[in-house]
T-cell receptor, first 110, second 113 residues
Framework: SQQGEEDPQALSIQEGENATMNCSYK?????LQWYRQNSGRGLVHLIL?????REKHSGRLRVTLDTSKKSSSLLITASRAADTASYFC??????????FGTGTRLTVIP | EPEVTQTPSHQVTQMGQEVILRCVPI?????FYWYRQILGQKVEFLVS????????KSEIFDDQFSVERPDGSNFTLKIRSTKLEDSAMYFC???????????FGPGTRLLVL
């Protein structure tokens, strides 16, 4: 399977805490992207990390990529109740199509 | 900020009927995609489209599915004879050629009865 797989499947934290989600995959990739989805809504692109990059930051988001372990992590610092959503990793292989994981459901408790 | 839009937001149809889902890409985007998400499951790639032809399609995208860009702006997904298992959220995504990021529309929720 080319798809990414996230863990944990669900994560519940207190507001202000950090949230870490992991993604593993099985094939070679061009890049890995993280998306957010509020319940029943569309997918919002958060951040993209290329295969030759190891770490990227965007605001409160920090993404790491370890191509030797075929894994990535998404860290959300100082979480807010509005961060409650499902988070998906998606890998892009040579065909430019995205293969999504099953997602991590994050709940931030105010 | 420009957005991908999709219509309708919801569609209910009878099994065997044809449906057309529409997407308006961001204006300077050249690559177009359809994905679907069955309730509670992962987002699945259906098809990619560039330069007025299909670039790639998945196993899901069988002969019942077709895509076109009839007027140079709208990008449509047609399901010729819907089945119960076609019930899902269908997402359109587009991207500019020189960037990898795909921008997703809000989706069309299709329910086949």
């Amino acid at each position: 399977s080319q798809q990414g797989e996230e863990d944990p499947q669900a994560l519940s934290i207190q507001e202000g805490e950090n949230a870490t989600m992991n993604c593993s995959y099985k094939t070679s990739i061009n890049n890995l992207q993280w998306y957010r989805q509020n319940s029943g809504r569309g997918l919002v692109h958060l951040i993209l990390i290329r295969s030759n990059e190891r770490e990227k930051h965007s605001g409160r988001l920090r993404v790491t990529l370890d191509t030797s372990k075929k894994s990535s992590s998404l860290l959300i610092t100082a979480s807010r109740a509005a961060d409650t959503a499902s988070y998906f990793c998606a890998i892009e292989t040579g065909a430019n199509n995205l293969f999504f994981g099953t997602g991590t459901r994050l709940t931030v408790i105010p | 900020e420009p957005e991908v839009t999709q219509t309708p937001s919801h569609q209910v149809t009878q099994m065997g009927q044809e449906v057309i889902l529409r997407c308006v890409p961001i204006s300077n985007h050249l690559y177009f995609y359809w994905y679907r998400q069955i309730l509670g499951q992962k987002v699945e790639f259906l098809v990619s489209f560039y330069n007025n032809e299909i670039s790639e399609k998945s196993e899901i995208f069988d002969d019942q599915f077709s895509v076109e860009r009839p007027d140079g702006s709208n990008f449509t997904l047609k399901i010729r004879s819907t089945k119960l298992e076609d019930s899902a959220m269908y997402f359109c995504a587009t991207r500019v050629g020189y960037q990898e990021t795909q921008y997703f529309g809000p989706g069309t929720r299709l329910l086949v009865l």
